[in-house]
């Protein structure tokens, strides 16, 4: 039997499990609300505790960086991830959840083989282009502030 191109799209199309997108972008947005909701009545219980405004956003980060490791460790941050889709991803949560989750999966390799040099794998590219474009951006600012 000679696979077509257009033979091949049909049989793809048929394969692929139909997702409504207006639910799941919904579902994404009210996710991320919903975390960064957490975020901000972490913020304000560090600010009513007495933390500047500086230390009260550096204690509600590693807190949620923290809590999103807990249940990456337990598998609820999977499950909370599989139904809402990029809502888990785009916060910092999202990135606490990509390094544990790589720790989890290598943590059998040992140490320094494993979680040493796969803790990384997924977020490695998020830290690089992060840093490289903040680095563009950065010169390109100077520039436009010298001249």
């Given at each position: 039997?000679?696979?077509?191109?257009?033979l091949y799209q049909d049989m793809q199309k048929q394969?692929?499990?139909?997702?409504?997108?207006?639910?799941?972008?919904?579902?994404?947005?009210?996710?991320?609300?919903?975390?960064?909701?957490?975020?901000?009545?972490?913020?304000?219980?560090?600010?009513?505790?007495?933390?500047?405004?500086?230390?009260?956003?550096?204690?509600?980060?590693?807190?949620?960086?923290?809590?999103?490791?807990?249940?990456?460790?337990?598998?609820?941050?999977?499950?909370?991830?599989?139904?809402?889709?990029?809502?888990?991803?785009?916060?910092?949560?999202?990135?606490?959840?990509?390094?544990?989750?790589?720790?989890?999966?290598?943590?059998?390799?040992?140490?320094?083989?494993?979680?040493?040099?796969?803790?990384?794998?997924?977020?490695?590219?998020?830290?690089?282009?992060?840093?490289?474009?903040?680095?563009?951006?950065?010169?390109?600012?100077?520039?436009?502030?010298?001249?």
């Amino acid at each position: 039997m000679q696979v077509t191109p257009e033979l091949y799209q049909d049989m793809q199309k048929q394969s692929v499990p139909h997702s409504n997108i207006k639910t799941n972008v919904l579902t994404a947005f009210l996710t991320g609300g919903m975390i960064c909701t957490i975020g901000q009545i972490l913020f304000f219980a560090f600010q009513n505790l007495g933390f500047s405004q500086e230390q009260s956003m550096a204690w509600t980060s590693i807190t949620l960086v923290f809590l999103s490791a807990i249940l990456t460790g337990f598998g609820i941050y999977e499950k909370l991830a599989r139904h809402a889709g990029a809502g888990t991803l785009v916060p910092i949560t999202g990135f606490a959840n990509a390094i544990a989750s790589s720790a989890i999966e290598s943590k059998t390799e040992g140490f320094v083989l494993g979680i040493g040099t796969k803790i990384f794998t997924i977020a490695g590219p998020v830290i690089l282009y992060g840093t490289a474009f903040s680095v563009i951006y950065g010169l390109i600012y100077y520039l436009i502030s010298v001249f």
